[in-house]
């Protein structure tokens, strides 16, 4: 169907350490994989998108790889900072965009 | 400028009160979308809405009930509220189907 998994749903990781978040799909037709970051108390924003015709991107200190053949998506964070602390939503766009369950990411000083 | 706004940031109310939530977007987007995000934090799609058309429609109970006067604006209108429709509901918008930017949310609270 048109759902996806997403782990891990919170994640601590030490100042300086690198983060991984997986998500998993279905639905072979989707062919858009965008990540959002949403502050406490703050709106989701977008932080990084894939297609389905690339197998990574990297902006600065994150990246996202593609495996479209095994339905899987990751995000790397490198060099976390407290700043990068938020709830990170993986999604896919199908018909519509479906949303992650959320990966909680505390980044401890 | 903000890029997509919505009103009131907070609502609330006792059950059984009908209220409204506004959205507004400048971006010139052609689509504008409601989410819900519950306590546990799950994004979900209410409705979607492509140059005033109702794209997506959601098993979302007919007590809410959106209404785009142009592409512009999506409103959100909800009858007889129940203590389960408390959340966060956020507004979006996108060109086409892509990065989708949201508003600030309304974070309604049915007593």
């Known amino acids: 169907g048109e759902n996806v998994e997403q782990h891990p749903s919170t994640l601590s990781v030490q100042e300086g350490d690198s983060a991984v978040i997986k998500c998993t799909y279905s639905?072979?037709?989707?062919?858009?994989f965008p990540w959002y970051k949403q502050e406490l108390g703050k709106r989701p924003q977008l932080i990084i998108d894939i297609r389905s015709n690339v197998g990574e991107k990297k902006d600065q200190r994150i990246a996202v790889t593609l495996n479209k053949t095994a339905k899987h998506f990751s995000l790397h964070i490198t060099e976390t900072q407290p700043e990068d602390s938020a709830v990170y939503f993986c999604?896919?766009?199908?018909?519509?965009?479906?949303f992650g369950t959320g990966t909680r990411l505390t980044i401890i000083p | 400028d903000t890029a997509v706004s919505q009103t009131p940031k907070y609502l609330v109310t006792q059950m059984g009160n009908d209220k409204s939530i506004k959205c507004e977007q400048n971006?010139?987007?052609?689509?504008m979308y409601w989410y819900k995000q519950d306590s546990k934090k799950f994004l979900k799609i209410m409705f979607s809405y492509n140059n005033k058309e109702l794209i997506i429609n959601e098993t979302v109970p007919n007590r809410f009930s959106p209404k785009s006067p142009d592409k512009a604006h999506l409103n959100l209108h909800i009858n007889s509220l129940e203590l389960g429709d408390s959340a966060v509901y956020f507004c979006a918008s996108s060109h086409s189907t892509y990065e989708q930017y949201f508003g600030p949310g309304t974070r309604l609270t049915v007593t």
């Open positions: 999604a896919r766009e199908g018909e519509k965009l479906t």
């Open positions: 639905d072979s037709a989707s062919n858009y």
């Open positions: 971006l010139g987007h052609d689509t």
